[in-house]
């Protein structure tokens, strides 16, 4: 670990570019950073090692002016040898590279629009897990995800979900048990062939000595089959929503690559 902590900082000096520090310095005669300086910082973010320690692949994360966001594109650094090789392109966020087992696929979430031939008409920019082949080639969608449903309350729990009433009585909203069930419900109510759900405590109140505040449960249902996980999450409301959102989409990345899906 120590080795691969060294090789990561080594790697993140080397990727910074040589006028970077020139380009995001105050302007002259200044000492104080603005709010833009800030803002138009290009930020360089999770490295990924391949399972042969001879590539990283990384997120380089900057501002577009004229839209007023953030876009983030895939690079490749060759451990090896001085090398980088730029993998997307385009004003969409890229995001979450992961490789595959073997090293021979690296998969991201991306927001790209999805090829014509399954796009429908009432698509928004969603994000989809693709695959890449990081020597060549176009991305492919991994998912088309069909719809979200947003339930919070037990009532929509039973009625959308069809989660059973004694169910919940019995364990209780937040729980494997729950997770799964809606999952189940997600999976059949969209007709797909995947279903996953989180059910948790995201803050700020909520939360018991039992089940505290960032205990979350996710669950993803397919057909004969299921996979369902408890954590812990830390952080304020939002950051916890997202993290478990992120938890959640890399649970279907893994059981997609068969990849172990790891424990809480």
Same mark, same amino acid.
């Given at each position: 670990m120590k080795n691969r902590a060294i090789l990561l900082c080594t790697l993140f000096l080397l990727l910074v570019p040589a006028g970077?520090?020139?380009?995001?310095?105050?302007?002259?005669?200044?000492?104080?950073? /603005?709010?833009?300086?800030? *803002? *138009?910082?290009? +930020?360089?973010?999770?490295?990924?090692?391949s399972p042969d320690g001879r590539w990283a692949v990384w997120v380089k994360s900057l501002m577009d002016k004229e839209k007023g966001t953030r876009i983030s594109n895939l690079f490749l650094s060759s451990l090896t040898e001085k090398k980088e090789i730029q993998l997307t392109r385009g004003s969409v966020s890229h995001s979450g590279p992961r490789w595959s087992p073997d090293g021979a696929l690296i998969s991201f979430l991306s927001t790209r629009p999805l090829p014509e031939t399954v796009k429908k008409k009432d698509d928004l920019e969603k994000s989809q897990l693709w695959l890449l082949n990081p020597s060549g080639g176009?991305?492919?969608?991994? /998912?088309?995800?069909e719809r979200g449903v947003?339930?919070?309350?037990?009532?929509?729990?039973?009625? %959308?979900?069809?989660?059973?009433? +004694?169910?919940?009585?019995?364990v209780?909203?937040?729980?494997?048990?729950?997770?799964?069930?809606?999952?189940?419900?997600?999976?059949?109510?969209s007709g797909t062939s995947f279903g996953l759900?989180? /059910?948790? %405590?995201?803050?700020?109140t909520g939360g018991t000595p039992e089940k505290p505040v960032? *205990?979350?449960? %996710?669950a993803l249902a397919w057909e004969g089959g299921h996979v369902e996980r408890e954590y812990r999450?830390?952080?304020?409301?939002?950051? %916890?929503?997202?993290?478990?959102? +992120?938890?959640? *989409?890399?649970m279907l990345r893994r059981h997609l690559l068969s990849v172990p899906i790891t424990e809480s």
């Open positions: 970077a520090a020139a380009e995001e310095k105050p302007a002259a005669g200044s000492n104080k950073w /603005t709010a833009e300086d800030i *803002l *138009l910082v290009e +930020q360089a973010l999770d490295f990924q090692v176009e991305p492919w969608h991994l /998912t088309e995800f947003v339930a919070y309350s037990t009532d929509a729990k039973e009625e %959308i979900l069809a989660v059973p009433p +004694q169910l919940l009585r019995d209780g909203a937040v729980s494997l048990e729950v997770a799964r069930a809606m999952a189940d419900g997600a999976r059949r109510l759900a989180i /059910t948790g %405590i995201a803050g700020p960032g *205990l979350v449960c %996710i999450l830390h952080g304020g409301r939002e950051l %916890i929503k997202y993290r478990a959102a +992120q938890m959640a *989409l890399e």
